[in-house]
């Protein structure tokens, strides 16, 4: 019954922002590994960021210094931040919340940078 739904995309200049969201429910969040993938056409899906528990957080290299993954336990929510954004982020954005080998993943949302 865990239901992640997913929000915050859009269309943004480079340089530019956005929030993406996941609302997550039926379970805590607390107890999850938490994903952020972005899948662009005719390529393959790929990992964005992570955060372990809050243990561990990972980045892709091109989004360093760029992006933040953050969570807000009490919430039951999960964000990733992207500042400079830049044409080649340009995706449809997942994020995955995570428990060994359970995964659940929101719906998507279009990130679109363009000027």
């Known amino acids: ?17 956005l929030r993406l969201s996941c609302a997550v429910s039926g379970s805590s969040l607390s107890l999850y590994n938490i994903n952020w993938y972005r899948q662009a056409p005719g390529k393959f899906r ?39 954004l830049k044409p080649e982020d340009t995706a449809v954005y997942y994020c995955d919340v995570q428990n060994n080998t359970l995964h659940y993943w929101g719906q998507g949302t279009q990130v679109t940078v363009s000027s």
């Open 46 to 84: 790929e990992l964005v960021a992570f955060d372990d528990t809050g243990v561990r957080i990972w980045y892709l290299d091109s989004v360093k210094g760029r992006f933040t993954i953050s969570r807000d336990n009490a919430k039951n929510t999960m964000s990733l931040q992207m500042n400079s």
């Open 1 to 17: 019954q865990v239901q992640v739904v997913e929000s915050g995309g859009g269309l943004v200049q480079p340089g530019g922002s």
